[in-house]
């Protein structure tokens, strides 16, 4: 299995960015993935799922400005996050599993992308 983010970069506060986690080796309509990220100095928190039912979860910090979505001829699944706030600045990882998950039993992360919101 192999998890591929991208779409980071730099936001002022307020702004969107929607990230991409590109799969091979596993079918994103059937399986769950999920969205994490790191702070500098902070630990890994999960931050939104979707499950093989297209259920989703979000932590209570980013609810109602990210939507995590799929799109299964793509194979990919997405993360929109608008109204971006300096407190999202963190790398953003995908990992192919449902939550709830011990985070720190996942392994191995990919490389991440980095999001910045600052003015």
């Known amino acids: 299995v192999q998890l591929v983010e991208s779409g980071g970069g730099l936001v002022q506060p307020g702004g969107s960015l929607r990230l991409s986690c590109a799969a091979s080796?596993?079918?994103?309509?059937?399986?769950?993935v999920s969205w994490a990220r790191q702070a500098p100095g902070k630990e890994r928190e999960w931050v939104a799922g979707i499950y093989s039912d297209e259920a989703t979860w979000y932590a209570d910090s980013v609810k109602g400005r990210f939507t995590i979505s799929r799109d299964s001829s793509e194979n990919t699944v997405y993360l929109q996050m608008n109204n971006l706030k300096p407190e999202d600045t963190a790398v953003y990882y995908c990992?192919?599993?449902?939550?709830?998950?011990?985070?720190?039993?996942?392994?191995?992360w990919g490389q991440g992308t980095q999001v910045t919101v600052s003015p």
């Open positions: 080796g596993v079918t994103v309509s059937n399986s769950a």
């Open positions: 990992a192919d599993v449902p939550l709830p998950y011990d985070i720190t039993w996942y392994e191995p």
